[in-house]
T-cell receptor, first 107, second 120 residues
Framework: EIVMTQSPATLSVSPGERATLSCRATQSVSTNLAWYQQKPGQAPRLLIYGASTRATGIPARFSGSGSGTEFTLTISSLQSEDFAVYYC?????????FGGGTKVEIK | EVQLVESGGDLVQAGGSLSLSCAASGFTFNAYSMTWVRQAPGKGLEWISYISSVSTTIYYADSVKGRFTISRDNAKNSLYLQMNSLRADDTAVYYCAKRAWGEGGPFDFWGQGTLVTVSS
């Protein structure tokens, strides 16, 4: 099983600042990596797929990068609605696996 | 508009059974694979089962293999999860999700989830 590790577990950021979230896989997943945003009481929402392609309707302040085992989600200027938990997920190999999540909170 | 609506969540005793449903609309259901993902209270996301568009390929996470059964009825635009031998650690919100590109891709649409609580 491919284990996905996200860091940090919690990220405290002020509105308007940049946030950088990391995701590491225990073996290469190529670019078969997605990022999801989840707010309390809501279902996850797809942000990024293919490691770097924004999903429909996702603002340009969200960007993804990386390949192989190291990935990054960057939020260029945090808005109030961006404070949430973010998960990475690999769909390169069964079983599909998620990272443990990074909570982005207001500093 | 794509909609996925789960139902069937309930409080059940350990060792019991429960059946979840997911009603799909707004897309050609029989052209897309589907999956179940769960989230224990205060925890992260866990993929638990996958079914291809015409049910020819099915996968399960080790944590539910042999106890849960995924199925679909394309005529009814519905996805199901039969859960047997339930344990306390099966307590979670269960989401159905659509894969973006037929048989693969990320999960581009999710239902709102249905809560399963297993009491010991």
């Amino acid at each position: 099983e491919i284990v996905m590790t996200q860091s940090p577990a919690t990220l405290s950021v002020s509105p308007g600042e940049r946030a950088t979230l990391s995701c590491r896989a225990t073996q290469s997943v190529s670019t078969n990596l997605a990022w999801y945003q989840q707010k309390p009481g809501q279902a996850p929402r797809l942000l990024i797929y293919g490691a770097s392609t924004r999903a429909t309707g996702i603002p340009a302040r969200f960007s993804g990068s990386g390949s192989g085992t190291e990935f990054t989600l960057t939020i260029s200027s945090l808005q109030s609605e961006d404070f949430a938990v973010y998960y990475c997920q690999q769909d390169n190999k069964w079983p599909l696996t998620f990272g443990g999540g990074t909570k982005v909170e207001i500093k | 508009e794509v909609q996925l609506v789960e139902s069937g969540g309930d409080l059940v005793q350990a060792g019991g059974s429960l059946s979840l449903s997911c009603a799909a609309s707004g897309f050609t259901f029989n052209a897309y694979s589907m999956t179940w993902v769960r989230q224990a209270p205060g925890k992260g996301l866990e993929w638990i089962s996958y079914i291809s568009s015409v049910s020819t390929t099915i996968y399960y996470a080790d944590s539910v293999k042999g106890r849960f059964t995924i199925s679909r009825d394309n005529a009814k635009n519905s996805l199901y999860l039969q859960m047997n031998s339930l344990r306390a650690d099966d307590t979670a919100v269960y989401y159905c999700a659509k894969r973006a590109w037929g048989e693969g891709g990320p999960f581009d649409f999710w239902g709102q989830g249905t809560l399963v609580t297993v009491s010991s």
